[in-house]
């Protein structure tokens, strides 16, 4: 294994590493992610590609470090997503449950304040998103629903740009202590 | 169980999750019908803020395009500010080309009408003083300008040539005191001397006693005593009259000299003229009938010798002339025994009438005034001459100089009785 390797495994206990949130914030800011989705695209339309609410799900199942608050977390910001969508509810929801359990796994396993694992782990997990929303569009729902391959990976990258700064910001409002 | 459930328990609740969501979705999907309540729920959670949002941003972008509107508003401004100055100073340079324009075809025109030779010239320079009543002209004596010539303008006289240089000549204003011109009223043709005055702009008549008739506002034109200036150019107009221990004190406003003083004319070779005739009293309008028509064909009425040179005649020489006309229409003679008497009261032939020698009369001021004017019966609307438009009855001005009516004017209107 490489010293990066080694870097990037923690084998310090979970509990000790796993960050804490006010509930305010655990609220307030994936309800603002979503509200910049449903808002902003309306004046700055080059912004849409922006999915604010799958990398707010990620920072917080990356940060809490368990796959139950992990769960909860996705599921939450995803049923929301859905009620504010033309689309039956739990089809965000499912994605986002899946999206906050499996980052909050990775979490158990990984350092994540590394920027490199963020950068990728945002990627991937838009990625991910999107394939899977489109695999159950397309099996529950029956739906011709186009996937343009190229353009995730390329909104992927995008996202996982913007994911730094905001991890970074996000941050700020850990509690401390 | 419990064991299992406790070693598998994020798998175990993330299945609960994902199975349970799976159940909402088929429901909904079996159904066709929607879960409105999470909706209502996730709606009545955002709009509140969205709405916020959307105040925050539109007060926002409102100060910020009020602000950018105000700076456009502004550089608009000091654009436009800089472009009136522009325009301002393009346009005081038009008015000022207009303005010379307009002098140059006034003094075209006037040098055109007047008799004197005149050459045009510029004032390329004054004298040097504050007070200097001195100007040069562009003209000298390489251009025919000799020492003693006058100046003029269509307004009026300007001054005196005072020394001839080859390329330029100097001219003494009117207003300097030692200038002097023979002038004459225009009313009651009354002969002085017009000097420079006091003030800056004025001229004096001097000698004039008195006794003399001079009135406010009365014009002064060259006599043609002083050699110098041709009789008839305007002086200048009377602005005061004083009587002093024995002559007048006369101020006169030069009329050459009220607008500035740009372009000249010099007279080469002068040519007297007539000074005009002063115009009628304007003590306002009064209303005087036109002239009545002649009675009967033959006479103007007048009884005295026309201009055609006609002698003297009464109304029993006129009775005379009908009776003879009426007599050769119908063949009758006159004591002539046994014929039948003429018909007296048919109307006789048209008497052809002398025409007077054309451009005889002698020339003046007076306003040309129609025959048409003069012949027109009471009541019916006077005719303007040059128009031919017909017009209100036409206030005559008193005294109106009696013109003879054209003797194809002088034809009767109805026949006349024998008296």
Known sequence: MTEFGERLLIDVPRKSRSSRFRPAVLILIPLGSILFQVYVPNFVESLSYLELPLLVTVYFSLMRRRPVSGSFIGAGIGLVQDALSHQPLGMFGIVKTLVGYFAASVSLRFDVDNLALRFFLSFFFFVFHQLFYWVMVRALLAQALGFDFAQTLLFGLLNAIVALPLFAVLDKLKETG | ?419
């Not at chain 2, 609740?13 to 349970?20: D, N, T």
């Not at chain 2, 472009?83 to 010379?100: P, R």
Request: hydrophobic share 35%; net charge positive; with cysteine.
């Open chain 2, 1 to 419: 169980m419990e064991i299992l459930l406790s070693r598998f328990r994020n798998l175990t609740v993330l299945l609960i999750l994902v199975v349970a969501q799976l159940v909402l979705l088929a429901y909904q999907v079996k159904t066709a019908d929607d879960l409105p309540l999470i909706r209502v729920w996730a709606v009545t959670a955002l709009t509140p803020v969205a709405s916020a949002l959307e105040a925050v941003r539109e007060t926002t972008v409102g100060f910020f395009r009020d602000y950018f509107l105000l700076k456009q508003a502004q550089e608009e401004n000091r654009r436009l500010k800089a472009e009136i100055g522009q325009l301002k100073l393009s346009n005081h340079y038009l008015k000022a080309e207009l303005e010379t324009i307009e002098r140059t075809q006034s003094l075209a025109e006037f040098r055109s009408r007047t008799p004197s030779k005149t050459l045009p010239a510029r004032v390329i320079m004054s004298g040097t003083g504050t007070d200097s009543k001195v100007v040069f002209l562009d003209r000298g004596s390489g251009s025919g300008v000799k020492k003693g010539m006058a100046v003029i303008t269509p307004d009026g006289i300007v001054g005196r040539v005072i020394n001839s240089y080859p390329t330029a000549s100097q001219v003494l204003l009117v207003t300097d005191p030692s200038f002097a011109a023979g002038v004459v009223s225009q009313k009651g043709r009354v002969r002085g001397t017009l000097k420079g005055g006091p003030g800056r702009n004025t001229c004096i008549v001097d000698h004039v006693q008195n006794e003399e008739k001079v009135e406010v506002g009365e014009w002064f034109y060259t006599s043609g005593d002083d050699r110098v200036f041709p009789k008839g150019l305007p002086a200048g107009q009377v602005r005061s009259v004083r009587e002093g221990k024995t002559l007048k004190e006369i101020v006169v406003a030069p009329s050459g000299l009220q607008s500035s003083l740009e372009e000249v004319l010099i007279v080469l070779e002068g040519v007297h003229q007539a000074i005009p005739q002063a115009p009628a009293p304007s003590e306002g309008e009064i209303y005087l009938l036109p002239p009545p028509p002649p009675e009967g064909g033959e006479s103007d009425g007048s009884g005295q010798p026309g201009e055609n040179g006609s002698p003297l005649r009464t109304d029993a020489d006129e009775l005379l002339q009908r009776y003879q006309r009426i007599g050769e229409a119908q063949g009758h003679v006159y004591g002539k025994h046994g014929t039948r008497p003429p018909e007296f009261n048919v109307r006789p032939p048209a008497q052809t009438a002398p025409v007077p020698p054309q451009g005889s009369g002698p020339q003046t001021a007076a306003p040309p005034r129609t025959g048409s004017n003069l012949s027109a019966p009471p009541g019916t609307p006077a005719t303007d001459g040059r128009t031919g438009t017909s017009t209100q009855p036409a206030p005559v001005r008193r005294p109106a100089p009696p013109l003879t009516p054209s003797p194809a004017e002088r034809k009767p209107e109805a026949s006349p009785r024998p008296r």
